[in-house]
Every structure is written in structure tokens, then in C-alpha cells.
């Protein structure tokens, strides 16, 4: 490798840095300030805990005053159920609003083939309702007392009757509300709810007590446009920095194109005087030629044929607009002018040997 090339590495180098990092800046600006819709995602998620405690008929079979959850139990020596309701909203952002809780009891009589027969809802307790501001968390605690046997003979007299093969009792705590929050433009719902199921109308029959306290939230969306002065300015900058980058792109290519004629001039003119340095003469300025008859030939082979018959000795001069070789013979000359600017299709010939005078 030449010690030419070797010292234009690092300033080659440097520009195709400069180029590659003006590229991602301008990629980045203009995506940063394109990016003026933003989502936002709310939500938020439920919990539920259903403890009771199931207290015994005096004289029960299993002589105990009370059972805990989680236990067998026979239907006839149930006299009530202390049921404690938990229920929690955890929500991703702060919101405000009311919201109402409450209880209801539903008997559901069902056939063997699993058919609903009856069914019966009453709210055995008051609507509460309770304001939140500001606030990421709802909290709910709320006790209740089952009289299991009310409605345990409810279900037997409706077996009896419309030969019902299954009963079940289920108490539900309600949760319902409506809240506000900062990124959202529609109020948020609440409607929940968490039970607890008792089998109804087994004489003698051990049963076990069921909740269900799975809820599993909501998730909302939310598109904003956020188009701020800041984006305003990527947007300028980028736009900036890529008609840079265009005019940067063809100043490039215009100044390759320019180098890479220079060089082919040089190389072409180079190689003449090398290889006919025998038989050109360097002048300092241009032959006074005016009063000449001057006859332009198209290519340096024709001005090698015209030195093999006069044996003059070719004239060469740089000028602005090109390399200029020139034979003079009395008052003719011959003339082959090798620009600068455009490209000649004969500028650099085969070596030819020129005749030498004896």
C-alpha cells in the first residue's frame, strides 16, 4: 500500500464516522419526535378470603360447640355459620369514587340431571357505601350469620314437594363501583363478587362448605397524544440533520467524481511524459503560435505519426484547461490538448517507439 493511501485512511476513517453518526442521530430525532401517541395501560386486581366458623346444635353427635373451615360436617347438627368476608382492589393508579357492598343469598334447587328447578335471591343485608380519594387500594371486611337450618327446611319442603334432588345455598358479597383516574377518560367499573356455598337438604349427610373468591381484575388501554415542544424540536433537528446529510451525500459524490478525473488526468499525462520523454520538451509558457496555421489532432498517436515524418521534437505546457502537446514545422503546428475536466477516450496510449533521428 502506498504512502499515499496510508495517510488517507484515518482522514477516510473520520468522515465515515462522522457520517454514520449524524445517520443515527437523524434516525433517532425523527423517530423520538414522531412518537407523539403514547399507551397507557390500567388496571387492577381483586382478592378475595371467605373464613367462617360452623357453630354445632347443643347435643350435637360430635359434642363441640363450633367447627372450623376446612372441616366434614353433618347437615342435621348445624344451627349457624359465622362467615368474616375479605375483598381488596389493588389498582395499578391512584383513583377516586363511591363504591357499594352488600349480601345476598340465593337457594338454588337442581334434578339429578343437574336441571335448575327453582332458584331464589334475597339481599340479607343493606347496601354500604363508601367514597375513596386518591387512592390505589380498596379494602373490604364484612361479618355475617348464616341461619343454615332457615334455609335448609326451605329446601326440603321444596324437595318434598317437586321431588328437587340437589339443594345449595350460596351468600355472595356484591362489590360494585365506578372511579375516576388521571389517565383514563371513561370512568373504571367494579362489579365483583365472592361466595360461599353450604349444600342444602341432607339429613345425616356430612357436607363441606366452598368458596369461590377468584376474581381476576380488569385491564384498560389507553392511547394519548403527547406532542410536546420537545418533539417539536426532534422533529426540526432531524429534518435539519438529514437535508445536511442529503447535501453532504452529493458533495461527496461530486468531490469523488472530481478527484477520480484529477487523478485520471495526472495518470494520463504522467504516463506520456514518462514514456516519450525522449522526444518532449517541458516548456515554462505557451509557444507563440498565433500566426501559425494550427491543425488539432485527435489523439497523442496521431501526433507520435506527425513526429515520425518531421522529426520536431513535441512541445508540452500545462494550461487551466488541460496538458498540451504541440509539433511545430514552419507555420504549421499540430496541436492534441488533454483536458481536465472531460474524458478522452485516447489520452493514454499503447507505448509506441517514435523513430529516432539519425
Not at 378470603?49 to 347435643?59: A, E, P
Not at 515524418?309 to 484547461?321: G, H, M, R, V
Request: net charge positive; charged share 25%; aromatic share 12%.
Amino acid at each position: 500500500m502506498s504512502e499515499k493511501i496510508k495517510s488517507a485512511w484515518p482522514h477516510i476513517a473520520f468522515k465515515v464516522c462522522v457520517f454514520v453518526a449524524l445517520i443515527v442521530t437523524c434516525c433517532y430525532l425523527l423517530i423520538y419526535g414522531f412518537s407523539t401517541e403514547r399507551e397507557y395501560h390500567f388496571g387492577f386486581k381483586e382478592t378475595g378470603d371467605i373464613d367462617y366458623v360452623v357453630n354445632l346444635r347443643d347435643g350435637n353427635f360430635l359434642n363441640e360447640k363450633s367447627l372450623q373451615s376446612g372441616e366434614v360436617y353433618y347437615a342435621d347438627s348445624i344451627e349457624s355459620i359465622d362467615a368474616a368476608y375479605k375483598y381488596g382492589a389493588d389498582f395499578t393508579d391512584a383513583v377516586t369514587g363511591d363504591y357499594t357492598y352488600y349480601l345476598y343469598a340465593t337457594v338454588i334447587a337442581t334434578e339429578s340431571n343437574g336441571d335448575t328447578l327453582w332458584s331464589n335471591t334475597t339481599q340479607i343485608t343493606e347496601a354500604v357505601t363508601k367514597h375513596i380519594s386518591n387512592s390505589k387500594k380498596l379494602r373490604i371486611s364484612t361479618k355475617q350469620l348464616v341461619r343454615y337450618p332457615e334455609y335448609d327446611q326451605i329446601m326440603k319442603n321444596f324437595a318434598e314437594q317437586y321431588h328437587a334432588t340437589k339443594g345449595e345455598l350460596k351468600i355472595y358479597l356484591s362489590v360494585k363501583g365506578d372511579f375516576a383516574a388521571d389517565i383514563m377518560d371513561r370512568p373504571v367499573e367494579l362489579n365483583s363478587s365472592i361466595n360461599l356455598s353450604v349444600p342444602l337438604a341432607k339429613e345425616a349427610v356430612t357436607i363441606s362448605v366452598a368458596t369461590d373468591t377468584k376474581n381476576d381484575g380488569k385491564i384498560y388501554t389507553k392511547k394519548v397524544n403527547i406532542d410536546s415542544d420537545r418533539h417539536r424540536f426532534c422533529r426540526f433537528a432531524g429534518a435539519l440533520i438529514g437535508f445536511a446529510l442529503i447535501y453532504l451525500t452529493i458533495a461527496m459524490i461530486q468531490t469523488a467524481r472530481a478527484e477520480r478525473k484529477q487523478h485520471y488526468y495526472e495518470y494520463s499525462v504522467n504516463r506520456i511524459r514518462e514514456e516519450y520523454d525522449s522526444i518532449i520538451v517541458d516548456l515554462k509558457e505557451p509557444p507563440k503560435i498565433t500566426k501559425l496555421h494550427i491543425a488539432h489532432v485527435q489523439g497523442f498517436d496521431e501526433l507520435l505519426d506527425v513526429y515520425n515524418s518531421i522529426k520536431q521534437p513535441i512541445n508540452y505546457y500545462e494550461a487551466k484547461d488541460g496538458a498540451h502537446f504541440i509539433l511545430i514545422n514552419g507555420r504549421l503546428a499540430w496541436q492534441f490538448v488533454l483536458p481536465k475536466e472531460k474524458k478522452t477516450k485516447k489520452t493514454a496510449p499503447k507505448r509506441r517507439v517514435a523513430r529516432r533521428r539519425k
